[in-house]
């Protein structure tokens, strides 16, 4: 029999991305609560006890409560809102985070979705400080641009009706309390928090994140090629993940840094240039905030927890 699957909030922009994923899979059976009783606490209840593993596509305050109503030891969570992603007791949903996280996410009872902005700078800067070659209070930036379907219903709603007058580059975040900076500093390793400074543009989905940086100050001042291989080593050493790294180039553009290019996809794309005469570097990765950054890495997760 096949493993039965709730989407709690199954209507949501990550939840209705979900099912299109798993629509035409036949290893894995979704249920769902009947469309009268969606914000029944009571039938909600049953169906989160009835799955093998429940799918959380809610907001911090509903996951917590989802989470509440599970009464046996046998229903696994994969959680996609912020409420759990550095709880005690709850397994960081990325697989590629270092050699023993495939194994960790597999055998979770609890397991917290990244968010799609932490994903790439983690991606970049963990292998970095693991490696040694930045210290661990190096001072972060990240930047970069995300498609409007990572802002939620309100935000794709306002894009849609705004079409073509709709911002194309709109900064956001400027009080500098991103929810996603604890994320960061936890599993890139950072002693302190980054600086984030996010924006959106008038695309429905895909992004690009930036770290540039500044290594003049540093005693050992690590090379571009230096770091690339730090981060090759890292994603080659991994079976099954879908993070690659680009060869190390040095070019003044490419096609390839385009926000939608891996639209539908969960693959993320690493980049490392540089300049080492300046002493200066920037790393960038390419992704779909939806693919690789909520639903595709939600169904990414679930199949390393059924062993699918």
């Known amino acids: 029999m096949a493993p039965k699957i709730f989407i709690d909030g199954e209507h949501g922009t990550t939840g209705l991305q979900i099912r299109t994923l798993l629509a035409d899979r036949r290893n894995v059976e979704v249920i769902s609560v009947p469309a009268d009783k ?24 509903a996951a917590k409560e989802s989470v509440s109503l599970i009464e046996n030891d046998t229903t696994r969570v994969i959680d996609a809102s912020t409420a759990h992603r550095v709880a005690e007791g709850w397994t960081y949903g990325f697989p590629e985070l270092d050699a023993a996280q495939m194994d960790a996410v597999r055998a979770a009872k609890r397991v917290a979705n990244p968010g799609c902005w932490p994903q790439g700078p983690i991606a970049m800067l963990r292998p970095l400080v693991t490696a040694g070659l930045l210290p661990a209070d190096y001072p972060v930036t990240v930047n970069g641009i995300s498609g409007y379907s990572g802002g939620g219903r309100p935000m794709m709603e306002d894009y849609v009706e705004k079409g073509s007058a709709a911002p194309g580059f709109l900064p956001y975040g400027l009080s500098l309390k991103h929810k996603h900076v604890p994320e960061i500093r936890a599993y890139a390793k950072l002693g302190h928090d980054p600086i984030m400074q996010p924006a959106v543009g008038n695309f429905a989905q895909g992004m690009i994140t930036v770290v540039p940086l500044q290594l003049g100050h540093l005693s050992r001042v690590p090379t571009g090629a230096e770091m690339h291989e730090a981060i090759a080593d890292h994603y080659a050493g991994l079976g099954g993940g879908v993070v690659e790294v680009a060869p190390l180039a040095e070019i003044e553009r490419s096609d390839e840094i385009n926000p939608e290019i891996y639209n539908g996809t969960n693959r993320m794309r690493l980049h490392v240039f540089a300049n080492d005469q300046r002493a200066q570097a920037l790393l960038v990765a390419v992704y779909d905030n939806l693919g690789k950054g909520a639903s595709g890495a939600a169904v990414q997760n679930m199949d390393l927890m059924l062993g699918l």
Do not use: G, T, V
């Open 38 to 61: 969606r914000k029944d606490r009571d039938a909600r209840a049953e169906f989160l006890n009835a799955a093998d593993i429940a799918i959380l596509c809610l907001p911090d305050d």
